[in-house]
T-cell receptor, first 115, second 114 residues
Framework: AQSVTQPDIHITVSEGASLELRCNYSYGATPYLFWYVQSPGQGLQLLLKYFSGDTLVQGIKGFEAEFKRSQSSFNLRKPSVHWSDAAEYFCAVGAGQTGANNLFFGTGTRLTVIP | DGGITQSPKYLFRKEGQNVTLSCEQNLNHDAMYWYRQDPGQGLRLIYYSQIVNDFQKGDIAEGYSVSREKKESFPLTVTSAQKNPTAFYLC?????????????FGQGTRLTVV
């Protein structure tokens, strides 16, 4: 069965510092992987996705993520964090073409950015 | 602009009442979904619909009901049988026939039992 682990519940970084949010997944086949961001009281916005090909994927707002099959990981990175990046981040794994009913979410990582 | 509209943004319900949350999309997506979000628990799937007039239970369907009479609309009713309905509800849509699983989300409805 699919599952997603985001080991960090809350991370605090200084503005301008680099960021890495961890995501580990469990899935028997090649996964479809996603990172979403959620501002307080809002819906989820897709940051980036991995389906196949280049394992380093670029997303919106300067984010990138790297798929490492050997480590079952899909960590999200940003070289320099802005105060507006403060939000909750969700990693998700999808079971291919069967639709979002087979989209499994992690429990999220809340990012705080300090001046 | 295309998107998913959920209404209302905030909803208050008295115990024993049914309430209906609205979700409309103009993305021409075939599939629509309802998720429930509780603090520290991520998102859990309530119901989903792959085509009009068809829907399936998700992981936590008890106490909820849905209908899919139009492609654009997928309302969720929270019934009095749902014992702990206070939560943030998210509607999403996707287009599985394009071979992708990614979901697009509405802005959510926060339901509070008073």
């Amino acid at each position: 069965a699919q599952s997603v682990t985001q080991p960090d519940i809350h991370i605090t970084v200084s503005e301008g510092a680099s960021l890495e949010l961890r995501c580990n997944y469990s899935y028997g086949a090649t996964p479809y992987l996603f990172w979403y961001v959620q501002s307080p009281g809002q819906g989820l916005q897709l940051l980036l996705k991995y389906f196949s090909g280049d394992t380093l994927v670029q997303g919106i707002k300067g984010f990138e993520a790297e798929f490492k099959r050997s480590q079952s990981s899909f960590n999200l990175r940003k070289p320099s964090v802005h105060w507006s990046d403060a939000a909750e981040y969700f990693c998700a794994v999808g079971a291919g073409q069967t639709g979002a009913n087979n989209l499994f979410f992690g429990t999220g990582t809340r990012l705080t950015v300090i001046p | 602009d295309g998107g998913i509209t959920q209404s209302p943004k905030y909803l208050f319900r008295k115990e024993g009442q049914n309430v209906t949350l609205s979700c409309e999309q103009n993305l021409n997506h075939d599939a629509m979904y309802w998720y429930r979000q509780d603090p520290g628990q991520g998102l859990r799937l309530i119901y989903y619909s792959q085509i009009v007039n068809d829907f399936q239970k998700g992981d936590i369907a008890e106490g909820y009901s849905v209908s899919r009479e139009k492609k654009e609309s997928f309302p969720l009713t929270v019934t009095s049988a749902q014992k702990n309905p206070t939560a943030f509800y998210l509607c999403a849509s996707s287009h599985p026939s394009r071979g992708r699983t990614e979901a697009f989300f509405g802005q959510g409805t926060r339901l509070t039992v008073v």
